[in-house]
């Protein structure tokens, strides 16, 4: 008898395991993650799979409209700008420095914000009201106007963006993991970690820390999309990445003045823009909802 149950048991753990995986998996955003992992191979992948050099320029082959319209061909497929450059390949080439920017910036402020955060909720006292206010003043001014008085004093440069949106971003992070570091150190087992000797270096890296990466990981994912579109923002201004380098917000750039007769120039990277950042919004909404259990017991 005894066996008869075990191998009943034994058969309903297959369906199971599955039931519980598809309930893991419910919801999953296919779409944007799909786009999220074709933009990412695109980057990784740009130097082999572009038509051509994004800078390489022919004027016998500009404003030549894309290959559907009259007068394009398929040896660009999305057209040429005023200056003969390809645009599929520039579109593609922006991919590898949107993203770059987005997540080289999203590591730096993800970083400052965490150690701010995490000691100002840990130590508390004079040390958490200063470095408090401090994010309190980030947080109060208006981030676009910042980051162009910031992007033109630094210069228009790949380290100079990343240093802009970074410092723009941490006081998020800082706030986040401060209120929870807060909740943490109250816990139990922090208690019994101090009552055990244990110094604070070593509570705050392997009691408190691995807490917060869930937290971390959600307010990531949703701050690349914003973290791109403020990069597009100041490339477009003219303070972000400097042309001719192929950047999203300078593709849109070049195309400005020329909407009645050159529109797919900006119209393709600005669908980049808007794809790309609904993409990484979707997938991180996903994710807070997976890893947030009020969210995830509805």
């Not at 992948?45 to 398929?74: C, H, M, N, V």
């Not at 040390?127 to 981030?143: G, N, Q, S």
């Amino acid at each position: 008898m005894a066996l008869a149950e075990e191998v009943a048991s034994n058969q309903d753990t297959g369906p199971n395991r599955r039931v519980g995986l598809w309930q893991r998996m419910r919801g999953l955003p296919l779409l944007p993650i799909a786009a999220i992992l074709i933009l990412t191979c695109m980057a990784i992948a740009a130097p082999w799979i572009a038509p051509y050099p994004p800078t390489e320029q022919s004027l016998l082959d500009r404003l030549k409209p894309p290959f559907w319209l009259d007068g394009g061909d398929l040896g660009h497929l999305l057209g040429t700008d005023h200056f003969g450059r390809d645009i599929l390949s520039r579109v593609i080439w922006g991919a590898r420095v949107s993203l770059s920017v987005a997540l080289v910036a999203i590591v730096f402020a993800g970083a400052i914000g965490t150690i701010v955060g995490i000691v100002a909720g840990y130590f508390g006292g004079f040390l958490e009201i200063a470095l408090m206010r401090i994010v309190d003043a980030f947080l109060a001014v208006p981030a676009v106007l910042v980051a162009i008085v910031l992007g033109a004093t630094l210069g228009p440069s790949f380290e100079n963006v990343v240093i802009v949106i970074g410092l723009l971003y941490w006081p998020r992070y800082a706030r986040q993991v401060r209120g929870e570091t807060l909740s943490i150190k109250r816990s139990d087992y922090v208690l019994l970690a101090r009552v055990a000797g244990c110094s604070n270096l070593r509570i705050l890296a392997t009691h408190i820390f691995p807490n917060l990466v869930p937290s971390l990981l959600v307010l990531a994912s949703l701050q690349v999309g914003a973290a791109i579109i403020l990069e597009a923002t100041l490339s477009f201004l003219g303070v972000g990445i400097p042309p001719p380098h192929p950047a999203w917000g300078v593709i849109v750039e070049d195309g400005r003045g020329m909407l009645a007769s050159g529109w797919w120039i900006s119209l393709f990277p600005g669908l980049a823009i808007a794809i790309t950042v609904l993409a990484f919004n979707l997938t991180g909404d996903w994710i807070r909802d997976r890893l947030d259990p009020k969210l995830r017991s509805r």
